[in-house]
């Protein structure tokens, strides 16, 4: 929220001249005007992000025909718990997720926000320590609150890896990664209100060389007032 203040501002800039070498005169100029002071005050933001936001919510390998019904692996707990667990992928297959993310997003700024979606670090395989970058393996599709008509063929937009500066974070989620920016990315939403609520299903593209083992990857989401 931007406030403006208006004072006054008074300088008085005296000099002292001689008009004749007999007759000494001072003379006093007095100046007045205004100066405006502005500030940018940070806005409040509130952000909830539940994942396996709907029941129903889970992976669907992409077939031709009638789309199988979607399943999760066992860190997806249940709705609104868990992480989003593809479960078990095959390599060269392509996946989607259905319900993973909901974003539920309030402010006090009137202007709006930005929201950030970005991998902290490429997709790695925990297991030999494998990694593919994440712009070529995790997409994300606009989803709704409960009717969802995404398929496996649906189009995604690839998540990004961060430039920006990573702390935290491991294969655990008691430690998720914050990301420090000095400048943002394209946004991957953005709002002209105060208030807003996003939802995402997720596709995961899994490379032809893929080997066994157990992958992770951390989405970062930050929303910033504009």
Same mark, same amino acid.
């Given at each position: 929220?931007?406030?403006?203040?208006?004072?006054?501002?008074?300088?008085?800039?005296?000099?002292?001249?001689?008009?004749?070498?007999?007759?000494?005169?001072?003379?006093?100029?007095?100046?007045?005007?205004?100066?405006?002071?502005?500030?940018?005050?940070?806005?409040?933001?509130?952000?909830?992000?539940?994942?396996?936001?709907?029941?129903?919510?889970?992976?669907?390998?992409?077939?031709?025909?009638?789309?199988?019904?979607?399943?999760?692996?066992?860190?997806?707990?249940?709705?609104?718990?868990?992480?989003?667990?593809?479960?078990?992928?095959?390599?060269?297959?392509?996946?989607?997720?259905?319900?993973?993310?909901?974003?539920?997003? =309030? /402010?006090?700024?009137? $202007?709006?926000?930005?929201? %950030?979606?970005?991998?902290? +670090?490429?997709?790695?395989? &925990? #297991?030999?320590? =494998? /990694?593919?970058?994440? $712009?070529?393996?995790?997409? %994300?599709?606009?989803?709704? +609150?409960?009717?969802?008509? &995404? #398929?496996?063929?649906?189009?995604?937009?690839?998540?990004?890896?961060?430039?920006?500066?990573?702390?935290?974070?491991?294969?655990?989620?008691?430690?998720?990664?914050?990301?420090?920016?000095?400048?943002?990315?394209?946004?991957?939403?953005?709002?002209?209100?105060?208030?807003?609520?996003?939802?995402?299903?997720?596709?995961?593209?899994?490379?032809?060389?893929?080997?066994?083992?157990?992958?992770?990857?951390?989405?970062?989401?930050?929303?910033?007032?504009?």
């Amino acid at each position: 929220m931007k406030r403006y203040l208006l004072g006054w501002m008074s300088a008085i800039f005296a000099a002292t001249a001689l008009a004749t070498v007999l007759s000494p005169a001072v003379a006093a100029v007095r100046a007045t005007g205004t100066v405006t002071v502005a500030w940018h005050q940070p806005p409040v933001i509130n952000l909830t992000l539940t994942p396996n936001y709907y029941s129903g919510f889970g992976s669907i390998l992409a077939t031709f025909g009638t789309q199988p019904s979607p399943t999760h692996g066992p860190g997806a707990t249940g709705v609104g718990t868990g992480t989003v667990d593809f479960g078990t992928a095959i390599a060269g297959d392509t996946y989607l997720y259905k319900y993973a993310a909901h974003l539920h997003i =309030t /402010t006090n700024d009137p $202007s709006g926000f930005y929201i %950030y979606g970005e991998a902290a +670090a490429a997709v790695v395989n &925990n #297991t030999d320590g =494998t /990694t593919y970058p994440v $712009s070529q393996a995790l997409y %994300y599709l606009n989803s709704s +609150a409960t009717s969802d008509t &995404n #398929t496996g063929f649906s189009p995604g937009l690839p998540f990004a890896q961060t430039s920006g500066s990573v702390s935290g974070g491991s294969d655990s989620i008691s430690n998720p990664p914050t990301i420090t920016y000095s400048s943002y990315p394209s946004p991957i939403a953005l709002s002209s209100t105060g208030n807003g609520d996003y939802y995402y299903d997720y596709q995961f593209k899994v490379p032809d060389t893929a080997t066994n083992g157990n992958y992770y990857v951390w989405i970062v989401y930050t929303v910033v007032g504009k």
